[in-house]
C-alpha cells in the first residue's frame, strides 16, 4: 500500500507543477492581451483577455483544491478528500458558463448590428499577440498531454487549455478579416469564443457531477478487481462488488468472497486480507472483503 501513496502523490505533484506554470502563462498573456487592447480597440482580442482572466482566478482556485485534497481522512470526511478536485472543476465549469461566456455574448451580439461604427487601430499589434498567445499556450499544453495520468483538476486545465487554442485561433481569424475590411467579424469571432468556452464547460459540468454523484469506475476496471480477487488462492467465488471514485486516483471497494465451508477463521481472515492487498494495489483507496458463509451454504443447497 505504500508504493501506491508514493504513486498517488507523484502524480498529483506533477499537476501542481502543470497547474502552477499556467497560472503564470496566464497572467503573462492577460497583461499583453490588455495592452494590446487599449491600442486597437479589437473586441475578439478583449474576448479572449476575459477569458484568460476567467481562467487566471479558476486556476488559482483549482491549485488550491488540489492542496485541499491532499488532507489526510477526519471525523467529517472519514473517506478523505480527494473530490475537493472534482469540486473545483465543477465550480470552474460554472464559471466558464456564467462569467465568460454570458458576458461575452451580452457584450457582442448588440456589436453585430453597429460593427460599421466600430474603430480599430494598430491591428497588427493585435495578430502578434494573439499569435505568441497561442504559443505561449502550447507549452503548458504540450506538457499536460504528455502526462500519463491526469487528476480531475489537471483534466479541467487540459480541457481549457485545448479551449484557449480555439478561441485564439478564432480570434485571429476575426482580426484578420477585419484588416481585410470586414469588420463584423470581429464580433463574430467573439460570439465563437463564448460558445466554445460554454461547450466545454457543459462537458466539465457534466463530467464531475457525475463523480460527485459517485460514479462507479469502467466495467473493464470492475472486471480486473474480480480477477484479482478470484485469483486469490482459497477464494471459490466473488460477488456483490461495488466500487466508486473517491477522487483523481482513488477508488473505494466493497466485496463479498466464498471461501471452503468449515475453513478456520484464521485462514479465512489471511484470505480476505490478501484479496484487499491485492485489490488495493489498483484501487489505491479503501477496500473492504466480506466473508458470508450463508451465501455459500445457501448456494450450495440450492444447486442441482
Keep these: 500500500m505504500t508504493n501506491s501513496i508514493i504513486g498517488i502523490d507523484k502524480n498529483q505533484a506533477e499537476d501542481v507543477r502543470s497547474l502552477q506554470l499556467t497560472v503564470a502563462v496566464y497572467a503573462v498573456v492577460l497583461a499583453m492581451k490588455l495592452i494590446v487592447y ?36 477526519d471525523r467529517v470526511h472519514t473517506f478523505g478528500h480527494g473530490r475537493a478536485q472534482n469540486v473545483a472543476a465543477l465550480v470552474a465549469a460554472t464559471l466558464f458558463i456564467s462569467f465568460t461566456s454570458f458576458e461575452l455574448y451580452r457584450e457582442a451580439i448588440p456589436r453585430l448590428f453597429k460593427a460599421h461604427e466600430a474603430e480599430y487601430q494598430n491591428l497588427p499589434w493585435v495578430v502578434g499577440v494573439l499569435i505568441v498567445s497561442m504559443l505561449i499556450a502550447a507549452a503548458p499544453l504540450v506538457k499536460l498531454t504528455r502526462q500519463k495520468t491526469r487528476g480531475a483538476a489537471a483534466k479541467a486545465q487540459l480541457t481549457e487549455l485545448v479551449n484557449d ?140
Design 165 to 304: 487554442e480555439l478561441g485564439l485561433v478564432a480570434a485571429l481569424l476575426g482580426t484578420l478579416f477585419v484588416a481585410w475590411g470586414k469588420p463584423i467579424a470581429d464580433p463574430l469571432a467573439a460570439i465563437v469564443v463564448a460558445t466554445i468556452i460554454a461547450y466545454n464547460a457543459l462537458g466539465l459540468f457534466r463530467e464531475n457531477a457525475s463523480f460527485l454523484m459517485g460514479r462507479s469506475p469502467e466495467p473493464e476496471f470492475m472486471a480486473e478487481i474480480e480477477r484479482l480477487a478470484r485469483a486469490i488462492p482459497g477464494v471459490l467465488d466473488v460477488h456483490d462488488l461495488r466500487a466508486e471514485q473517491n477522487g483523481p486516483d482513488t477508488i473505494n471497494a466493497g466485496l463479498h468472497i466464498l471461501v471452503r465451508r468449515g475453513l478456520p477463521v484464521v485462514e479465512a481472515d489471511r484470505i480476505a486480507e490478501e484479496v484487499t492487498r491485492q485489490v488495493q494495489q489498483i484501487t489505491k483507496g479503501y477496500c473492504v472483503v466480506h466473508i458470508d458463509p450463508q451465501v455459500l451454504e445457501f448456494l450450495r443447497d440450492s444447486s442441482p
Design 38 to 73: 487599449s491600442m486597437s480597440g479589437v473586441m475578439a482580442l478583449l474576448a479572449e483577455a476575459l477569458h484568460t482572466l476567467s481562467d487566471l482566478f479558476v486556476s488559482g482556485f483549482l491549485l488550491a483544491a488540489m492542496y485541499f485534497a491532499r488532507k489526510a481522512p
